[in-house]
């Protein structure tokens, strides 16, 4: 924090920290490594929500180093974090988080044993944790602590992940499916917009939150508008607006389908979404006013990135 004290930029933290004193043979959290590896049960209790909220107050704790620094807690996984942050922010400190699509749309009671491609850091909580997370993005809009929502993508090759030989995705070899050692990490790019509004319709069945606000303007501002100015690009992306970047997707929000191989657009073909059916689908994408993509025939013409 003091080297970045006085520089334009967001400093971010993987707010997970282990607890002191671990035995031997025991793991994150004081679980015992000795329980089933293949259960998700056994992966969970390994980094409970005492794991983020020590490291939340130990980042906390030291805010004071570079007060004008903005903070920014990366993936936020636990509910029991956010009260520490909303008494902070409301004393002045600088600091924000992000979840993820994961957390707002997978349930841990709902992951069976050996599927490891719902493994990820902090992990994947139950129900209740996630009815808290949505509940934190729409009763606090305008003063929340969760400003945006975020893919945390994290491929790797299927071998890494694992997976035994009932899971869909494994490479036809003998794995174990075991939680403790397979790669952390859910893909997820490219689905974010369907899986926000599958688990919307799915929980509220309209198209308006409950105070009345379009959820599509809610997904707007989480995903586009605050991530643009997190990193201080909001002249020009996040909007509409002349002088703006033209980066628009159609969206078609009455269309269902379902997530196969053949419709994940990135390279290692291995998610927790696949098989599930999706609300929406993106149809066409659009950067900086040209044509990138559609779903009918796929990427247009060369990627082309500019300094932003």
């Known amino acids: 924090m003091e080297e970045l004290a006085d520089e334009k930029t967001v400093l971010m933290f993987h707010a997970e920290m282990e607890s002191p004193g671990n035995s031997e043979g025991q793991g994150h959290g004081g679980c015992s490594l000795s329980k089933a590896p293949t259960s998700y049960s056994t992966f969970l209790s390994s980094r409970p929500p005492k794991l983020e909220t020590t490291a939340v107050r130990e980042i906390l704790s030291l805010s004071h180093v570079a007060p004008d620094l903005p903070l920014h807690i990366v993936h936020l996984s636990a509910v029991e974090s956010i009260p520490m942050l909303r008494e902070a922010r409301g004393k002045g400190a600088k600091i924000t988080a992000e979840t993820c699509f994961h957390y707002l749309s997978l349930a841990a009671e709902d992951i069976q044993d050996g599927d490891t491609r719902f493994k990820c850091c902090p992990p994947v909580r139950g129900k209740a944790n996630q009815d808290q997370l949505w509940d934190e993005l729409l009763r606090h809009s305008s003063d929340g602590v969760i400003k945006t929502v975020v893919s945390d993508h994290s491929p790797c090759t299927p071998n890494l992940k694992m997976l035994p030989s009932h899971i869909p995705g494994n490479t036809g070899e003998v794995k174990s499916g075991n939680f403790m050692e397979a790669w952390g990490g859910i893909?997820?790019?490219?689905?974010?917009?369907?899986?926000?509004?599958?688990?919307?319709?799915?929980?509220?069945?309209?198209?308006?939150t409950p105070g009345g606000r379009p959820f599509l303007e809610e997904i707007a501002r989480w995903c586009c508008s605050n991530t643009a100015a997190q990193?201080?690009?909001?002249?020009?992306?996040?909007?509409?607006?002349?002088?703006?970047?033209?980066?628009?997707?159609?969206?078609?929000?009455?269309?269902?389908?379902?997530?196969?191989?053949?419709?994940?657009?990135?390279?290692?073909?291995?998610?927790?979404?696949?098989?599930?059916?999706?609300?929406?689908?993106?149809?066409?994408?659009?950067?900086?006013?040209?044509?990138?993509?559609?779903r009918s025939e796929g990427f247009h013409g060369k990627c082309s990135g500019v300094r932003v």
């Open 187 to 208: 893909s997820s790019v490219g689905l974010g917009l369907p899986i926000l509004w599958t688990e919307i319709q799915r929980r509220y069945k309209g198209d308006s």
């Open 231 to 294: 990193v201080s690009c909001d002249k020009l992306k996040g909007s509409l607006a002349v002088g703006f970047d033209g980066d628009v997707c159609i969206f078609d929000d009455k269309a269902e389908w379902v997530v196969e191989p053949s419709t994940m657009l990135f390279r290692n073909k291995c998610s927790p979404y696949q098989g599930k059916t999706m609300k929406g689908i993106v149809r066409e994408t659009w950067l900086r006013g040209q044509k990138v993509f559609t």
